[in-house]
């Protein structure tokens, strides 16, 4: 990858980080985490902040990557991104700062359609974005899961 606007690179890096990190703040998460009946496979919480830096470090390259491309079909691709990044923000404040858990499952579910169709439309348009998603979406369908085995437990 050729980065060709190097402060385009990096504020397409910030916007995901920007977004996790407002959400966390946003959120209150890691006070609640201990306090929650978890499911077996439950990984310590140092694992979340850790896994979502990466995740939003490739967030931002492969959205870079889509906006650098010139393809016309760039904008309504990152429009997708956009929209499901809302939802990524919105997740844990529904369910950390709310607990509202089987809300936070279905809306996390509809997150996981968007990034489906947002990968989707990134392949078609250069397919290495794609493929840098793929990791995000296998750590949502893990939280769906951890979110919805909380929800029984709680």
Do not use: D, H
């Amino acid at each position: 990858m050729k980065i060709k606007n190097k402060s385009t690179f990096i504020i397409s890096l910030l916007i995901p980080l920007a977004t996790g990190f407002l959400s966390a703040l946003f959120s209150g998460r890691m006070s609640l985490y201990a306090t929650l009946n978890k499911p077996a496979l439950s990984p310590p919480a140092w694992i979340f902040p850790v896994v979502w830096i990466i995740l939003y470090l490739l967030m931002g390259v492969s959205s870079y990557i889509i906006y650098s491309s010139g393809n016309p079909c760039g904008q309504n691709a990152l429009k997708v991104y956009a929209l499901q990044l809302i939802f990524n923000f919105f997740w844990s404040i529904l369910f950390f700062r709310f607990s509202l858990y089987l809300f936070a499952f279905l809306w996390l579910i509809a997150m996981i359609f968007l990034i489906c169709v947002m990968i989707s439309r990134f392949y078609k348009i250069e397919p290495i974005a794609a493929y840098l998603q793929i990791p995000y979406l296998l750590w949502c369908l893990f939280a769906a899961y951890l979110n919805f085995m909380i929800y029984r437990l709680n």
